[in-house]
């Protein structure tokens, strides 16, 4: 695995662009402090520029590099969530590029938990800007052939780190407000991250500063209807399979660690299998509920 890592690393010094392994889902990579290298990675994704990247960093001390502050909330988040699936706003330090940050002045933060990432990333030193590594507005990967199936020779490299056990992006939390708010549900629970703050309110989700949050996100070809409850669901697919489609019934509420690590692959597996229509059971807003509810919401364009 280290051969990998060094080719990787390499890859990187020279302004390449790198699919890295995370816990939540498949990044795509470059050396943040190369303005052509961060641009390559908008090429590639097809990503319009006002939507910014995450900075990834390999952990909490390198915060003063890129943070013109640290808030005592955002601190204390760094502190029990890293690594993990949290990404921080920050207001931005003055080195950070306009190209990362989409010209706001906030930069996002995280220190991802996977080991070859982490390995990655100490021994590259700065920070690697990687939005998750899909064409603009389709599924997430969640494994390394998820990546090549969808980016193909456009990436220099994939670091196959196996399936993401995840599943879901990162919890995005605006720290450069108080009190601290929470941009997109994600593998940290929006209940944990109240507890944290102590009581703090942490809305739910539906905030619009984190770009990217556009009607159909996260979306595969075959149409997605959303439903609150298994029997409405189970007649709906029944209907559409009376007319002749072909119709995936997910059902998202069970299991919520399992729903939320193959949501992804559910999703495209129902593109493959040719279905005009995946039928949705939403999970109740609870725990990793919140992040599934809103990425099938997002996917059935009602986001
Ligand atoms: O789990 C994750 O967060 C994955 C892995 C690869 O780390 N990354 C990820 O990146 O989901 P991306 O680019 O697909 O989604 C990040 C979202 C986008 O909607 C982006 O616009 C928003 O975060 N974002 C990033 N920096 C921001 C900033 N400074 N202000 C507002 N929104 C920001
Ligand atoms: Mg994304």
Not at 155 to 164: E, S
Not at 167 to 188: A, K, Y
Request: proline share 7%.
């Amino acid at each position: 695995m280290t051969d990998a890592v060094d080719r990787a690393l390499d890859i990187l010094r020279h302004g390449g662009a790198v699919a890295i392994p995370t816990e939540t889902v498949y990044g795509l990579a470059a050396d943040a402090s190369n303005e052509s290298a961060v641009r390559r990675i908008f090429a590639i994704k097809q990503r319009p520029a006002d939507h910014p990247l995450i900075v990834h960093i390999a952990s909490s001390t390198a915060l003063d590099h890129w943070a013109a502050s640290v808030s005592a909330e955002a601190a204390l988040l760094a502190e029990d969530c890293w690594p993990g699936p949290l990404t921080l706003l920050l207001p931005r330090g003055p080195s950070v590029l306009d190209v990362v940050t989409g010209g706001r002045d906030t930069v996002g933060l995280r220190v991802p938990a996977h080991p070859l990432t982490l390995e990655l990333l100490a021994r590259f030193g700065g920070g690697l800007a990687a939005p998750s590594a899909n064409r603009f507005g389709q599924v997430s990967p969640t494994t390394a052939e998820h990546v090549r199936d969808d980016l193909g020779d456009d990436v220099d490299f994939v670091l196959d780190g196996g399936p993401c056990p995840i599943g879901v992006e990162s919890t995005i939390v605006d720290c450069s407000t108080s009190p601290p708010q929470i941009l997109r549900p994600g593998g940290i629970p929006d209940e944990a991250i109240a507890a944290l703050l102590d009581g703090a309110p942490a809305p739910a989700s539906g905030a619009q500063r984190a770009s990217g949050m556009l009607a159909s996100h996260y979306a595969p070809k075959a149409r997605v209807e959303v439903f609150e409850s298994t029997q409405q669901a189970q007649q709906r697919a029944a209907r559409l399979e009376d007319v002749g489609q072909r119709v995936e019934l997910l059902d998202a509420s069970a299991d919520l660690v399992d729903a939320a690590r193959n949501l992804y692959e559910r999703l495209r597996d129902a593109d493959r299998r040719g279905c005009d229509t995946v039928v949705a059971v939403l999970p109740a807003p609870t725990g990793l509920g919140h992040a599934i509810r809103d990425r099938l919401i997002k996917a059935a364009g009602l986001g």
